[in-house]
Protein backbone atom coordinates (compact mmCIF):
# COMPACT_ATOMS: atom_id res chain seq x y z
CA UNK A 1 0.00 0.00 0.00
CA UNK A 2 1.46 3.62 -1.06
CA UNK A 3 1.71 6.04 2.25
CA UNK A 4 -1.13 7.84 1.10
CA UNK A 5 -3.47 5.04 1.07
CA UNK A 6 -2.12 3.20 4.07
CA UNK A 7 -2.71 6.52 5.89
CA UNK A 8 -6.25 6.97 4.10
CA UNK A 9 -6.90 3.09 5.82
CA UNK A 10 -5.45 4.74 9.02
CA UNK A 11 -8.05 7.36 8.90
CA UNK A 12 -11.39 4.79 7.97
CA UNK A 13 -9.75 2.87 11.12
CA UNK A 14 -10.21 5.40 13.23
CA UNK A 15 -13.61 6.50 12.15
CA UNK A 16 -15.00 2.94 12.24
CA UNK A 17 -14.08 3.14 16.17
CA UNK A 18 -15.50 6.16 16.72
CA UNK A 19 -18.85 6.42 18.68
CA UNK A 20 -21.46 7.34 16.11
CA UNK A 21 -22.34 10.42 17.74
CA UNK A 22 -18.89 11.40 16.37
CA UNK A 23 -18.96 10.08 13.20
CA UNK A 24 -21.65 12.79 12.49
CA UNK A 25 -18.86 14.48 12.17
CA UNK A 26 -16.44 13.16 9.16
CA UNK A 27 -16.25 16.18 7.72
CA UNK A 28 -14.32 17.89 10.44
CA UNK A 29 -12.04 14.48 11.01
CA UNK A 30 -11.44 14.73 6.94
CA UNK A 31 -10.20 18.53 7.49
CA UNK A 32 -8.22 17.48 10.31
CA UNK A 33 -6.53 14.59 8.22
CA UNK A 34 -6.10 16.92 5.15
CA UNK A 35 -4.57 19.23 7.32
CA UNK A 36 -1.86 17.03 9.12
CA UNK A 37 -1.14 16.09 5.56
CA UNK A 38 -0.32 19.52 4.24
CA UNK A 39 1.71 19.97 7.74
CA UNK A 40 3.57 16.64 6.93
CA UNK A 41 4.28 17.98 3.08
CA UNK A 42 5.76 21.22 4.94
CA UNK A 43 8.08 19.48 7.20
CA UNK A 44 9.23 17.48 3.79
CA UNK A 45 9.14 20.55 1.05
CA UNK A 46 10.94 22.54 4.55
CA UNK A 47 13.27 19.93 5.81
CA UNK A 48 12.02 20.84 8.98
CA UNK A 49 13.58 18.52 11.37
CA UNK A 50 10.93 15.80 13.02
CA UNK A 51 10.48 12.23 14.78
CA UNK A 52 7.89 10.89 15.70
CA UNK A 53 5.47 13.66 14.43
CA UNK A 54 6.91 15.93 16.54
CA UNK A 55 9.07 19.00 15.30
CA UNK A 56 12.73 19.50 17.12
CA UNK A 57 16.69 19.21 16.44
CA UNK A 58 17.65 20.64 19.51
CA UNK A 59 19.72 18.54 22.26
CA UNK A 60 17.37 18.14 24.39
CA UNK A 61 14.56 17.24 21.92
CA UNK A 62 17.00 14.57 20.44
CA UNK A 63 17.39 13.03 23.95
CA UNK A 64 14.04 12.41 23.97
CA UNK A 65 13.09 11.55 20.33
CA UNK A 66 16.16 8.78 21.63
CA UNK A 67 14.12 7.96 24.33
CA UNK A 68 10.96 7.41 22.25
CA UNK A 69 12.79 5.11 19.99
CA UNK A 70 13.86 3.08 22.72
CA UNK A 71 10.77 2.56 24.21
CA UNK A 72 8.10 3.07 21.82
CA UNK A 73 7.29 -0.82 20.67
CA UNK A 74 7.58 -1.89 24.68
CA UNK A 75 4.76 -1.86 27.05
CA UNK A 76 6.67 -0.51 29.85
CA UNK A 77 4.70 2.18 31.27
CA UNK A 78 5.54 5.91 30.92
CA UNK A 79 5.19 8.60 32.85
CA UNK A 80 5.64 12.21 31.03
CA UNK A 81 6.51 15.07 32.63
CA UNK A 82 6.56 18.56 31.47
CA UNK A 83 5.30 22.51 31.82
CA UNK A 84 2.28 23.28 30.43
CA UNK A 85 2.06 23.22 26.91
CA UNK A 86 5.25 21.61 26.35
CA UNK A 87 3.78 18.46 24.33
CA UNK A 88 2.82 16.06 26.73
CA UNK A 89 -0.33 15.12 25.05
CA UNK A 90 1.70 14.67 21.93
CA UNK A 91 4.15 12.47 23.00
CA UNK A 92 1.44 10.38 24.21
CA UNK A 93 -0.10 10.26 20.83
CA UNK A 94 3.35 9.60 19.27
CA UNK A 95 3.80 6.44 21.71
CA UNK A 96 0.77 5.37 20.35
CA UNK A 97 0.68 5.92 17.37
CA UNK A 98 4.51 4.58 16.51
CA UNK A 99 4.26 1.54 18.81
CA UNK A 100 2.92 -1.78 18.36
CA UNK A 101 -0.17 -1.25 19.59
CA UNK A 102 -1.22 1.39 17.24
CA UNK A 103 -4.50 -0.49 15.54
CA UNK A 104 -5.89 -0.66 18.73
CA UNK A 105 -7.32 2.69 20.44
CA UNK A 106 -5.74 5.32 22.46
CA UNK A 107 -8.05 6.69 25.20
CA UNK A 108 -7.03 9.50 26.72
CA UNK A 109 -8.84 10.74 30.28
CA UNK A 110 -8.36 14.15 31.93
CA UNK A 111 -8.32 13.29 35.08
CA UNK A 112 -8.24 16.96 35.98
CA UNK A 113 -12.00 17.73 34.25
CA UNK A 114 -13.73 14.38 35.64
CA UNK A 115 -15.25 15.00 39.19
CA UNK A 116 -13.07 12.99 41.47
CA UNK A 117 -16.82 11.19 42.82
CA UNK A 118 -16.62 9.76 39.29
CA UNK A 119 -13.23 9.59 38.45
CA UNK A 120 -13.09 5.85 39.16
CA UNK A 121 -16.24 4.87 37.33
CA UNK A 122 -15.38 6.70 33.98
CA UNK A 123 -12.01 4.72 34.46
CA UNK A 124 -12.89 1.16 35.69
CA UNK A 125 -16.71 1.32 34.30
CA UNK A 126 -19.83 0.28 36.57
CA UNK A 127 -23.14 -1.53 37.08
CA UNK A 128 -26.33 -0.85 36.97
CA UNK A 129 -27.72 0.61 40.05
CA UNK A 130 -24.52 0.95 41.26
CA UNK A 131 -24.81 4.63 42.18
CA UNK A 132 -27.25 7.61 41.11
CA UNK A 133 -27.37 8.00 37.54
CA UNK A 134 -26.13 4.46 36.65
CA UNK A 135 -29.52 4.02 34.51
CA UNK A 136 -27.03 0.68 33.14
CA UNK A 137 -23.95 -1.18 32.91
CA UNK A 138 -20.93 0.91 31.58
CA UNK A 139 -17.58 0.00 30.62
CA UNK A 140 -14.86 2.26 31.87
CA UNK A 141 -11.89 3.90 29.59
CA UNK A 142 -9.56 1.20 31.07
CA UNK A 143 -11.57 -1.73 28.73
CA UNK A 144 -12.51 0.78 25.96
CA UNK A 145 -8.38 0.80 25.51
CA UNK A 146 -8.14 -2.57 25.38
CA UNK A 147 -5.08 -3.93 23.41
CA UNK A 148 -4.93 -0.02 22.81
CA UNK A 149 -3.18 2.78 25.28
CA UNK A 150 -4.79 4.71 28.41
CA UNK A 151 -3.76 7.71 28.60
CA UNK A 152 -3.68 9.36 32.04
CA UNK A 153 -3.73 12.88 31.63
CA UNK A 154 -3.47 15.08 34.82
CA UNK A 155 -2.75 12.09 36.81
CA UNK A 156 -0.79 14.58 39.62
CA UNK A 157 -4.43 15.57 40.16
CA UNK A 158 -5.94 11.84 41.31
CA UNK A 159 -7.25 11.92 44.90
CA UNK A 160 -5.68 8.53 47.54
CA UNK A 161 -8.75 6.41 47.44
CA UNK A 162 -8.70 6.11 43.31
CA UNK A 163 -4.93 6.22 43.64
CA UNK A 164 -4.88 2.93 45.59
CA UNK A 165 -7.62 1.58 43.14
CA UNK A 166 -4.98 2.52 40.28
CA UNK A 167 -2.05 0.93 41.91
CA UNK A 168 -3.84 -2.67 41.69
CA UNK A 169 -4.73 -2.23 38.42
CA UNK A 170 -1.10 -1.13 37.43
CA UNK A 171 0.27 -4.09 39.50
CA UNK A 172 -2.20 -6.79 38.43
CA UNK A 173 -3.82 -6.01 34.66
CA UNK A 174 -7.21 -6.60 37.04
CA UNK A 175 -10.23 -3.86 36.94
CA UNK A 176 -13.23 -4.19 39.42
CA UNK A 177 -16.02 -2.37 37.80
CA UNK A 178 -17.97 0.05 40.39
CA UNK A 179 -20.58 -2.31 41.69
CA UNK A 180 -19.09 -5.29 40.42
CA UNK A 181 -17.76 -7.73 43.14
CA UNK A 182 -15.93 -9.48 40.02
CA UNK A 183 -12.61 -8.39 38.14
CA UNK A 184 -11.55 -8.44 34.83
CA UNK A 185 -7.87 -8.66 33.03
CA UNK A 186 -7.11 -5.78 30.57
CA UNK A 187 -3.99 -5.37 28.55
CA UNK A 188 -3.96 -2.09 28.03
CA UNK A 189 -0.39 0.33 27.77
CA UNK A 190 -0.62 3.42 30.48
CA UNK A 191 0.75 6.24 29.69
CA UNK A 192 0.25 8.96 32.31
CA UNK A 193 1.30 12.16 32.44
CA UNK A 194 1.47 15.80 34.60
CA UNK A 195 2.58 18.93 34.85
CA UNK A 196 3.16 18.53 38.88
CA UNK A 197 6.05 18.26 40.60
CA UNK A 198 4.93 14.42 42.06
CA UNK A 199 8.11 13.57 43.69
CA UNK A 200 7.07 16.80 45.46
CA UNK A 201 3.76 15.44 46.41
CA UNK A 202 4.58 12.23 47.52
CA UNK A 203 6.82 14.56 50.35
CA UNK A 204 3.58 16.02 51.41
CA UNK A 205 1.71 12.94 51.69
CA UNK A 206 -0.58 13.96 48.63
CA UNK A 207 0.77 11.31 46.22
CA UNK A 208 1.11 7.65 46.90
CA UNK A 209 4.96 6.98 46.86
CA UNK A 210 4.41 3.14 45.61
CA UNK A 211 2.20 4.48 42.95
CA UNK A 212 4.67 7.15 41.77
CA UNK A 213 7.45 3.79 41.43
CA UNK A 214 5.03 2.25 39.30
CA UNK A 215 4.09 5.35 37.04
CA UNK A 216 7.84 6.29 37.18
CA UNK A 217 9.24 3.20 36.05
CA UNK A 218 10.05 5.31 32.45
CA UNK A 219 10.07 9.29 33.50
CA UNK A 220 10.27 11.21 30.02
CA UNK A 221 10.97 14.63 31.06
CA UNK A 222 9.87 16.91 28.49
CA UNK A 223 12.23 20.28 27.90
CA UNK A 224 10.22 23.70 27.92
CA UNK A 225 10.57 25.76 25.18
CA UNK A 226 13.14 28.36 26.39
CA UNK A 227 15.41 25.68 27.05
CA UNK A 228 15.32 24.43 23.32
CA UNK A 229 15.30 28.00 21.79
CA UNK A 230 17.21 26.32 18.67
CA UNK A 231 13.85 25.04 17.43
CA UNK A 232 11.85 27.96 17.49
CA UNK A 233 12.16 28.71 13.66
CA UNK A 234 11.49 25.55 13.20
CA UNK A 235 8.79 25.53 15.36
CA UNK A 236 7.04 28.58 13.88
CA UNK A 237 7.32 27.74 10.40
CA UNK A 238 5.59 24.36 10.87
CA UNK A 239 3.13 26.13 12.64
CA UNK A 240 2.32 28.33 10.58
CA UNK A 241 1.62 26.22 7.65
CA UNK A 242 -0.58 23.99 10.30
CA UNK A 243 -2.75 27.07 11.05
CA UNK A 244 -3.16 28.01 7.35
CA UNK A 245 -4.14 24.43 6.55
CA UNK A 246 -6.90 24.19 9.81
CA UNK A 247 -8.00 27.54 8.09
CA UNK A 248 -7.12 29.55 10.77
CA UNK A 249 -5.34 33.58 9.66
CA UNK A 250 -2.60 32.18 7.64
CA UNK A 251 0.78 34.52 7.17
CA UNK A 252 4.56 34.44 6.10
CA UNK A 253 6.77 35.47 8.86
CA UNK A 254 10.00 37.66 8.70
CA UNK A 255 13.63 36.77 9.94
CA UNK A 256 13.38 39.58 12.31
CA UNK A 257 10.48 38.16 13.53
CA UNK A 258 11.78 34.97 14.49
CA UNK A 259 14.98 36.34 15.60
CA UNK A 260 12.35 38.04 18.22
CA UNK A 261 10.75 35.18 18.82
CA UNK A 262 13.52 32.60 19.87
CA UNK A 263 14.85 35.15 22.24
CA UNK A 264 11.74 34.90 24.29
CA UNK A 265 11.38 32.71 27.11
CA UNK A 266 7.64 31.60 26.81
CA UNK A 267 6.20 30.34 30.00
CA UNK A 268 3.34 29.13 27.99
CA UNK A 269 5.49 26.78 26.30
CA UNK A 270 4.67 25.66 22.84
CA UNK A 271 0.87 26.31 23.15
CA UNK A 272 1.58 29.86 23.91
CA UNK A 273 3.93 30.19 20.33
CA UNK A 274 0.93 28.86 19.04
CA UNK A 275 -1.06 31.50 19.99
CA UNK A 276 1.18 34.82 19.24
CA UNK A 277 0.68 32.69 15.57
CA UNK A 278 -2.78 33.11 15.08
CA UNK A 279 -2.69 36.31 17.13
CA UNK A 280 0.35 37.87 15.24
CA UNK A 281 -0.95 36.46 11.82
CA UNK A 282 -4.17 38.75 12.43
CA UNK A 283 -2.66 41.59 12.16
CA UNK A 284 0.21 40.80 9.68
CA UNK A 285 -0.10 43.39 6.60
CA UNK A 286 0.60 41.87 3.26
CA UNK A 287 0.13 38.68 4.67
CA UNK A 288 3.84 38.82 6.49
CA UNK A 289 4.21 38.75 10.31
CA UNK A 290 6.82 41.37 11.13
CA UNK A 291 8.53 42.40 14.60
CA UNK A 292 5.92 45.09 15.35
CA UNK A 293 2.97 42.91 14.81
CA UNK A 294 4.68 40.46 17.84
CA UNK A 295 2.69 41.08 21.60
CA UNK A 296 5.18 43.78 23.08
CA UNK A 297 6.44 41.65 26.16
CA UNK A 298 7.75 39.74 23.04
CA UNK A 299 9.08 42.60 21.36
CA UNK A 300 10.62 43.46 24.96
CA UNK A 301 12.77 40.68 25.24
CA UNK A 302 14.30 40.64 22.09
N1 LIG B 1 7.41 19.07 19.17
C1 LIG B 1 6.25 19.56 18.71
N2 LIG B 1 6.07 19.76 17.40
C2 LIG B 1 4.94 20.29 16.94
N3 LIG B 1 3.90 20.65 17.69
C3 LIG B 1 4.00 20.47 19.00
C4 LIG B 1 5.18 19.91 19.59
N4 LIG B 1 4.99 19.84 20.92
C5 LIG B 1 3.78 20.33 21.15
N5 LIG B 1 3.17 20.71 20.02
C6 LIG B 1 1.83 21.32 19.91
O1 LIG B 1 1.71 22.23 21.00
C7 LIG B 1 0.41 22.17 21.59
C8 LIG B 1 0.52 21.82 23.05
O2 LIG B 1 0.95 20.48 23.17
P1 LIG B 1 0.28 19.47 24.21
O3 LIG B 1 -1.18 19.69 24.29
O4 LIG B 1 0.76 18.11 23.86
O5 LIG B 1 0.99 20.01 25.54
P2 LIG B 1 0.77 19.55 27.05
O6 LIG B 1 2.13 19.44 27.65
O7 LIG B 1 -0.10 18.36 27.11
O8 LIG B 1 0.05 20.83 27.67
P3 LIG B 1 -0.86 20.94 29.01
O9 LIG B 1 0.06 20.72 30.18
O10 LIG B 1 -1.35 22.34 28.93
O11 LIG B 1 -1.92 19.91 28.89
C9 LIG B 1 -0.37 21.13 20.79
O12 LIG B 1 -1.14 21.77 19.81
C10 LIG B 1 0.72 20.29 20.14
O13 LIG B 1 0.29 19.72 18.93
MG1 LIG C 1 -1.97 18.10 28.08
Not at 209 to 223: H, K, N, Q, T, W
Not at 236 to 245: C, E, H, I, N, T
Request: proline share 4%.
Amino acid sequence: MSGELSDLQDLLDRMERLPPSECSDLTSLLKGWLASQHAAEVVEKDSIPQQFGMIGDSPAMRKVFDLIGRIVRTDIPVLVLGESGTGKELIAKALHQYGARRRKKLVPVNCAAIPAELLEAEIFGHMKGSFTGAHKDRIGYAEEAEGGTLFLDEIGDIQLDLQAKLLRFLQDGEIRPVGSNKTKKIDVRIVAATNRNLQERVKKGEFREDLYYRLAVMPLELPALRERSGDIPYLVKFLLAQQAADGLPAAKISDDAIKAMAAFAWPGNIRQLQNELIRSATFAQEGVIQRSDLSDDIQAAS
